[in-house]
């Protein structure tokens, strides 16, 4: 998925590593956007039109409708024009150095996906897009699937979407650092006994066109790679897929923060802004493993709206 994945399985059948290895590579085959026999890029081809798909894609489209609904259209999976637009049209490793602007006519329009049993169709002209969210229900699907087959624990990690069950090597909870990407240290390091862990960030996964910095993150607003003035949020929530969606709904938002969305669904989040101020959702203390001495924690954001 354009990442590195790391899987660790404690206990259960010797078979379950390797499962584990073979149903990532299974979930990439039908979810990248990269190639044309997947079923993303079957959806998009036939745009306008009925696509039959598997059961796992139909939970992946399900996911996507609900994540726009519940961001108010922060995050937004037809955003495959404006990605493609800004020079990413290919596997992020394969990009090089110094891509171009490319054409595309393809929109965005979540609001008129339909999902009918086992087919979706998107809107004619639009184009779908999993972006992290593919990779955050990937690794809730594999760690539910080892636990179910026996393993006592897991923690699946698909580029920084980490989600853990049971017990962990040491017999206990799981650790979960969280890396900032101009620090060599782990910023911090949170502490689950099931759960996920998601960051997005505009610090990676970045390139020039013309001169001009472009990152992955796109505005659905705009059709163009986000202006804020967060640069990076990490999420603690059950799900990864939600964690996921949260982190980056932060980050395109920029501040004030709506911590409101997180908690609102039982999760906690930290952000850093560009001048380097970091600050989280007061529910974050309950998951640190140590203090964070630079962190200021913060619901100004809810209090202004419950007082406007």
């Excluded at 960030?201 to 970045?206: A, G, I, P, Q, S």
Aim: aromatic share 6%; net charge negative.
């Amino acid at each position: 998925m354009g990442s590195d994945a790391h899987v660790i399985v404690v206990g259960g059948p010797r078979s379950l590593a390797r499962e584990a290895e073979h149903r990532i590579a299974d979930l990439e085959r039908r979810w990248t956007r990269f190639d044309e026999h997947s079923e993303v890029s079957a959806l998009t081809r036939h745009a306008g039109s009925p696509v039959v798909v598997s059961p796992e894609t139909r939970e992946l489209v399900e996911r996507a409708i609900t994540a726009w609904q519940m961001t108010r259209g922060r995050f937004d999976p037809t955003v495959l024009g404006a990605l493609v637009r800004a020079g990413y049209d290919r596997s992020f490793e394969q990009l090089g150095p110094t891509p171009t602007d490319h054409e595309s006519t393809l929109t965005t329009d979540a609001a008129s996906i339909e999902v009918v049993d086992n087919t979706v169709r998107l809107p004619a002209g639009t184009g779908f897009d999993p972006g992290g969210i593919g990779k955050g229900l990937a690794a809730d699907i594999v760690v539910d699937e080892l636990r179910a087959a026996g393993a006592e624990g897991v923690c699946v990690n698909l580029g920084g979407d980490v989600r853990v069950e049971g017990s962990s090597p040491a017999g206990d909870g799981w650790t979960v650092a969280i890396e900032y990407p101009e620090r060599s240290a782990a910023l911090a390091r949170i502490g689950l006994a099931r759960g996920a862990v998601a960051t997005s960030t505009t610090l990676r996964r970045r390139w020039h066109v013309n001169g001009e910095l472009r990152h992955h993150l796109i505005d659905p607003v705009t059709g163009r790679p986000a202006r804020t003035d967060v640069t990076f949020a990490t999420v603690v929530a059950g799900h990864a897929w939600m964690a996921e969606v949260l982190a980056k709904a932060l980050v395109l938002h920029g501040t004030p923060m709506p911590y409101d969305l997180v908690v609102s669904h039982g999760a906690a989040a930290l952000t850093i802004d560009r001048d380097g101020r970091t600050a989280a959702s007061p529910e974050l203390a309950t998951y640190l493993a140590g203090a964070l001495p630079d962190i200021v924690y913060t619901d100004a954001f809810t209090r202004r709206a419950n007082a406007s």
